[in-house]
């Protein structure tokens, strides 16, 4: 971690700014399209600017990497970004947190809604091949886990919650064209709310598009991001649905 608040991108020297980045235009590859693409970084900051890479796709657009370097400083006071607000717990805890604390199995529903058929980021959760060298949520035994697959219609998610009577649902949204993953996230908590009131089971989205810090302003409870683990949804779960204390 640098000394002071203020920092610059480091290609060879530190501090040099330089920065690498890649677009597509819709232009035929060729001088013409370098010298747009020059334009386009100038534009956007990077003088010098190098195009390092440039490749003609499908014969009227042509995709290119540009290297150089920007003027612009990052202040590190103003970041401010989503910290983990539990801890992290290892599945003996999760089980025992649920067994002692909960007394029943935690009902666990997961589901990609609408269009979207990526499925292997919830099953990455979910499934006990899990991701990153973390079981997935099948495997923890306090756990009663379903996982519903894909193109599943919000209408279907509610019955299936209320007919298991769900702790949570885990829902995945990959594709983000014209902001598909926004809207469907408002639609399911607006049914869930509409269906359930407060008794809505905890609503969890997820995708590699999604701003964790979006949670509140989509109407859930949790929004987690590209790379999440698991373990890390688990402890949340934990942390968010079973009590602090053993019930007397
Ligand atoms: C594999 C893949 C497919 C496979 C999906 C197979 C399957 N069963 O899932 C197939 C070939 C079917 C496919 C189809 C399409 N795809 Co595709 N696909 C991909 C690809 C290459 C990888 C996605 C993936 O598996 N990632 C690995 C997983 C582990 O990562 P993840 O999803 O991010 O999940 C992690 C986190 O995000 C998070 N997470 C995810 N979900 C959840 C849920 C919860 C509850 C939680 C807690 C966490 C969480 O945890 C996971 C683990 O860390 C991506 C490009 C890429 N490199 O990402 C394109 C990509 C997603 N696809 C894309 C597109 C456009 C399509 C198609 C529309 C193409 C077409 N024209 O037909 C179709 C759409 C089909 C449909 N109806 O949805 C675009 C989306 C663009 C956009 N802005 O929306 C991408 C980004 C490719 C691109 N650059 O253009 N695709």
């Given at each position: 971690?640098p000394d002071?608040?203020?920092?610059?991108?480091?290609?060879?020297?530190?501090?040099?700014?330089?920065?690498?980045t890649?677009?597509?235009?819709?232009?035929?590859?060729?001088?013409?399209?370098?010298g747009?693409?020059l334009?386009?970084?100038n534009?956007?900051?990077i003088?010098?600017?190098?195009?390092?890479?440039?490749?003609?796709?499908?014969?009227?657009?042509?995709?290119?990497?540009?290297?150089?370097?920007?003027?612009?400083?990052v202040?590190l006071d103003?970041?401010?970004?989503?910290?983990?607000?539990?801890p992290?717990?290892?599945?003996?805890?999760?089980?025992?947190?649920i067994?002692d604390?909960?007394?029943?199995?935690?009902?666990?529903?997961?589901?990609?809604?609408?269009?979207?058929?990526?499925?292997v980021?919830?099953d990455?959760?979910?499934?006990v091949k899990?991701?990153a060298?973390?079981k997935?949520?099948?495997?923890?035994r306090?756990?009663?886990?379903t996982?519903?697959?894909?193109q599943?219609?919000v209408?279907?998610?509610?019955?299936?919650?209320?007919?298991?009577?769900?702790?949570?649902v885990?829902v995945?949204q990959v594709v983000?064209?014209?902001?598909?993953h926004?809207?469907?996230?408002?639609e399911?908590?607006?049914?869930f709310?509409?269906?359930?009131?407060?008794?809505?089971?905890?609503l969890?989205?997820?995708?590699?598009?999604?701003d964790?810090a979006?949670?509140?302003?989509?109407?859930?409870?949790?929004?987690?991001?590209r790379g999440?683990t698991?373990g890390?949804?688990?402890?949340y779960?934990?942390?968010?649905?079973?009590?602090?204390?053993?019930?007397?």
């Open positions: 971690m002071g608040s203020i920092v610059r991108p480091y290609g060879d020297t530190t501090g040099d700014g330089m920065v690498q890649s677009f597509t235009l819709p232009i035929p590859p060729g001088p013409k399209a370098e747009a693409a334009q386009l970084a534009k956007m900051g003088e010098p600017a190098m195009v390092v890479h440039s490749h003609g796709i499908g014969g009227q657009f042509t995709f290119f990497v540009v290297y150089g370097s920007v003027r612009h400083l202040d103003a970041v401010h970004v989503e910290e983990r607000a539990y992290l717990l290892g599945s003996k805890e999760i089980n025992s947190a067994k604390r909960l007394r029943r199995k935690l009902v666990v529903l997961g589901a990609c809604i609408g269009t979207d058929a990526h499925t980021g919830i990455a959760i979910l499934n899990g991701f060298g973390e997935g949520l099948e495997y923890l306090e756990m009663a886990v996982n519903l697959g894909a599943v219609t209408p279907e998610l509610v019955a299936r919650a209320r007919a298991e009577r769900a702790d949570a885990l995945s983000t064209q014209k902001d598909a926004l809207r469907n996230t408002r399911l908590a607006a049914a709310r509409e269906a359930m009131g407060e008794y809505r089971p905890l969890v989205v997820g995708g590699p598009r999604f964790p979006m949670a509140a302003d989509l109407g859930v409870d949790k929004v987690f991001g999440t698991p890390e949804v688990a402890s779960l934990v942390h968010a649905l079973i009590p602090q204390e053993i019930p007397a």
